[in-house]
């Protein structure tokens, strides 16, 4: 292994997290942070451009050309106040599973590289991903057995990465160099855990200091290999023990934990940001407990989420108490009718991960794998109505699922370091949207129609306002400038 490079200068807790603090909880606004910004004279925008997709897939990031602002404000209207400002965008994407790279490997040469094109670049048709959760060992979705880094004590190694993951993450880089990571591992090492297996179990409290030992060679590993670990969590789905790699772990055993690990990571010299809970919204109480008692400690930045279960309004619970919230996770399925397949996961996907979800804190939008076949695969997992990836590899004919449209319509035109500007909108089951400011000032205005018909709308700022449609399940975005 790498050295240990010396100790970083002292690190102080996020400006974001340090100034809510100050705040009052009636401040903060449920739908994201409510911090008013001294704003300077700006020229009404005169146009913006549109892409779209509709849920009949005959639209797929099209580009619709300009449109004027140089209508009325309609009954439906988006307005955007650039005076408020909530959180920062961190960036949007999935993660390259062992599941995922295998199929991304077993692709002839060309089609895998128009395939990383398209995923990571933003040139011609590419959507540029801009974060990936990396998983730290086996999850439920891999082509070979389980394993950790560490399987027999004193013998860590990532090689098994290096076979098909880590070469699909280099490629990746090479294509976005900005791209942001986090490990999350499924499961220490069986032999640190109660019943001595990676399915199921619990962390040991005599074997913390390995694990955080652990968790640092990995950081240091994937370094090595060219690959920065900016995010790590503890703990994927702590509150989900089941036959695959998992481990149980309370928010006491959590926050305890982090403490240990904070020492390992400052002793090898590592700024990396840790993220409490990586679960579902229907428990933000873990979270917010963790956190609580953590608050001493610079690098625990915030709170990572689920979908499987609550709704994503719950994330608003950390906004309100100064925290900031990635949301990491979500697998498609298939539907019912698998017709419908394309046009329920584009829906349901933009409202609930994207607009939902950044209302209410959300930094990041993660689905789950970057790729999967035909059968859903290959996975050990409970997926009875067929995982979906952002593509799927069948042979070497890659098909673009909705996910890919859902992230693109966001990752295609946001730039990390974006700030999301106050703007209105409706409410779940309407016509709903999200907007930013990009670092250069472009704006970028996100919208789903979740209803069941057409919908006419318009877009204000500064007195300024574009009108436009919406077919029912469709999703667009809009940028101008101002």
Known sequence: ????????????????????????????????????????????????????????????????????????????????NAGQRHQEFSGAGASV????????????????????????????????????????????????????????????SIDRDREQIIPVLNDALDRNPDIRLMGSPWSPPAWMKS????????????????????????VL????????????TAQNEPLFATSYPSTSMSAAEQAEFFRVLDAALTEAGLPTNLFAYDHNWDEPGYPLEVLGATSD?????????????????????????????FFTECSGTDSENGAQTFADTLRWQAENLVVR????????????NLALDANGGPHQGHCDNRCNGVVEIAGDQVTRNAEFYVLGHLTKFLDPGATRLESSSEGPGGLQNVVFENPDGTRVA?????????????????????????????????????
């Open 297 to 325: 400690i610079d690098r625990v930045a915030g709170a990572a989420f689920h979908c499987y279960g609550g709704q994503p309004e719950a994330q608003g619970e950390l906004v309100a108490a100064g925290e900031r919230v």
């Open 1 to 80: 292994m790498t050295a240990h490079p010396a100790r970083p200068p002292a690190r102080h807790r996020s400006p974001l997290r340090v100034g809510l603090l100050g705040l009052s909880a009636a401040a903060l606004l449920a739908g994201g942070l409510g911090v008013v910004a001294s704003t300077s004279a700006q020229a009404a925008p005169t146009t913006a451009r549109a892409w779209l997709t509709t849920s009949d897939g005959q639209n797929r990031l099209a580009d619709q050309g300009e449109l004027s602002f140089d209508g009325q404000p309609a009954s439906t209207n988006i307005e955007v």
């Open 221 to 232: 590993a994937y370094a090595d290999a060219g690959i920065e670990l900016t995010d790590l």
């Open 97 to 156: 599973t062992e599941a995922s790279a295998s199929l991304i490997q077993g692709l002839p040469g060309g089609e895998r590289d128009a395939l990383l094109d398209a995923l990571f670049s933003r040139e011609g048709d590419g959507i540029g991903l801009s974060y990936l959760r990396q998983p730290l060992g086996s999850t439920d979705f891999n082509s070979g057995d389980f394993y950790t880094y560490e399987d027999t004590p004193g013998q860590f």
């Open 195 to 218: 019943g001595n297996s990676l399915n199921g179990g619990s962390l040991l409290p005599e074997h913390y200091e390995d694990y955080a030992d652990y968790l640092v060679n990995a």
């Open 446 to 482: 996100y919208v789903v129609n979740a209803s069941g018909q057409q919908r006419d709308f318009s877009i204000t700022e500064d007195g300024a306002s574009l009108n436009a449609s919406l077919p029912a399940g469709a999703v667009a975005t809009y940028t101008w400038t101002v």
């Open 357 to 368: 979800n950044m209302r209410h804190g959300g930094e990041t939008v993660i689905t789950w």
